[in-house]
Protein backbone atom coordinates (compact mmCIF):
# COMPACT_ATOMS: atom_id res chain seq x y z
CA UNK A 1 0.00 0.00 0.00
CA UNK A 2 1.05 3.47 -0.93
CA UNK A 3 2.86 5.09 2.61
CA UNK A 4 4.51 8.62 2.70
CA UNK A 5 6.70 9.49 6.20
CA UNK A 6 7.60 12.84 7.23
CA UNK A 7 10.08 13.54 9.23
CA UNK A 8 12.42 16.40 10.34
CA UNK A 9 10.12 18.59 12.17
CA UNK A 10 11.29 20.30 15.56
CA UNK A 11 10.93 23.16 17.90
CA UNK A 12 13.56 26.00 16.59
CA UNK A 13 13.70 29.90 16.97
CA UNK A 14 12.23 32.38 14.37
CA UNK A 15 15.29 33.28 11.73
CA UNK A 16 16.34 29.25 11.93
CA UNK A 17 16.55 26.90 9.01
CA UNK A 18 14.57 23.34 8.83
CA UNK A 19 15.14 20.38 5.92
CA UNK A 20 11.63 18.33 6.48
CA UNK A 21 11.55 14.67 4.50
CA UNK A 22 9.00 12.34 2.99
CA UNK A 23 9.63 9.06 2.28
CA UNK A 24 7.29 7.32 -0.40
CA UNK A 25 6.87 3.74 -0.65
CA UNK A 26 3.63 1.78 -2.62
CA UNK A 27 3.97 4.05 -5.94
CA UNK A 28 5.64 4.71 -8.91
CA UNK A 29 7.23 7.73 -7.30
CA UNK A 30 9.40 8.83 -9.71
CA UNK A 31 6.44 9.55 -12.31
CA UNK A 32 4.18 11.60 -9.63
CA UNK A 33 3.95 15.07 -8.33
CA UNK A 34 4.32 15.38 -4.77
CA UNK A 35 3.40 18.32 -2.33
CA UNK A 36 3.93 19.84 1.15
CA UNK A 37 0.63 21.20 3.04
CA UNK A 38 0.77 22.46 6.42
CA UNK A 39 -2.18 23.02 8.86
CA UNK A 40 -1.68 25.08 11.98
CA UNK A 41 -4.16 24.62 15.43
CA UNK A 42 -7.59 26.07 14.37
CA UNK A 43 -7.18 26.31 10.72
CA UNK A 44 -7.70 24.30 7.45
CA UNK A 45 -4.80 22.48 6.01
CA UNK A 46 -3.11 25.11 3.05
CA UNK A 47 -1.24 24.27 -0.05
CA UNK A 48 2.88 24.91 0.60
CA UNK A 49 4.18 24.41 -1.94
CA UNK A 50 4.39 21.53 -5.03
CA UNK A 51 6.94 19.22 -7.63
CA UNK A 52 6.51 18.06 -10.95
CA UNK A 53 7.72 14.09 -11.17
CA UNK A 54 11.12 15.65 -13.03
CA UNK A 55 11.62 18.14 -10.31
CA UNK A 56 12.13 20.29 -13.21
CA UNK A 57 8.56 22.80 -12.24
CA UNK A 58 7.97 24.31 -8.63
CA UNK A 59 5.39 26.15 -7.02
CA UNK A 60 5.17 28.19 -3.91
CA UNK A 61 2.73 29.36 -1.52
CA UNK A 62 3.09 33.46 -1.46
CA UNK A 63 3.66 33.17 1.89
CA UNK A 64 7.10 30.91 1.61
CA UNK A 65 7.93 31.93 -1.79
CA UNK A 66 11.94 32.66 -0.94
CA UNK A 67 12.29 31.37 2.05
CA UNK A 68 11.02 27.51 0.94
CA UNK A 69 12.55 25.19 -1.33
CA UNK A 70 10.95 21.95 -2.58
CA UNK A 71 12.84 19.34 -4.07
CA UNK A 72 13.17 15.56 -4.62
CA UNK A 73 16.09 12.47 -5.14
CA UNK A 74 14.03 10.22 -7.35
CA UNK A 75 16.51 7.39 -6.43
CA UNK A 76 15.70 7.71 -2.59
CA UNK A 77 11.89 8.02 -2.97
CA UNK A 78 12.23 11.67 -0.87
CA UNK A 79 10.66 14.47 -1.54
CA UNK A 80 12.18 17.33 0.74
CA UNK A 81 11.25 20.53 2.47
CA UNK A 82 14.19 23.08 2.66
CA UNK A 83 12.95 26.07 5.22
CA UNK A 84 14.57 29.21 5.64
CA UNK A 85 14.49 32.56 7.71
CA UNK A 86 11.19 30.29 9.93
CA UNK A 87 8.48 32.99 11.29
CA UNK A 88 6.13 31.96 14.45
CA UNK A 89 3.52 31.79 11.86
CA UNK A 90 4.81 28.83 9.79
CA UNK A 91 4.27 26.66 13.40
CA UNK A 92 1.79 24.20 12.11
CA UNK A 93 1.77 19.91 11.51
CA UNK A 94 3.57 19.72 8.12
CA UNK A 95 2.25 16.68 5.62
CA UNK A 96 3.60 15.54 2.37
CA UNK A 97 1.00 14.67 -0.41
CA UNK A 98 0.42 13.03 -3.97
CA UNK A 99 -2.70 11.87 -5.89
CA UNK A 100 -2.69 8.20 -7.14
CA UNK A 101 -5.78 7.46 -9.51
CA UNK A 102 -8.63 9.27 -8.15
CA UNK A 103 -7.03 9.03 -4.38
CA UNK A 104 -5.15 11.40 -2.12
CA UNK A 105 -3.09 10.41 -0.37
CA UNK A 106 -1.17 11.55 2.92
CA UNK A 107 1.28 11.20 5.68
CA UNK A 108 1.03 11.49 9.10
CA UNK A 109 2.77 14.84 9.74
CA UNK A 110 5.55 16.38 11.20
CA UNK A 111 5.39 19.09 13.95
CA UNK A 112 6.81 22.47 13.53
CA UNK A 113 7.16 24.86 15.93
CA UNK A 114 8.97 28.41 15.70
CA UNK A 115 9.10 30.21 19.13
CA UNK A 116 9.54 33.90 18.59
Known amino acids: QVQLVESGGRLVQAGASLRLSCVAS????????MGWFRQAPGKERDVVAR????????WYADSVKGRFTISRDNAKNTVYLGMNSLKPEDTAVYYC?????????WGQGTQVTVSS
Open 97 to 105: NTNLGTRTY
Open 26 to 33: GLPFGSRA
Open 51 to 58: ISWSGAST
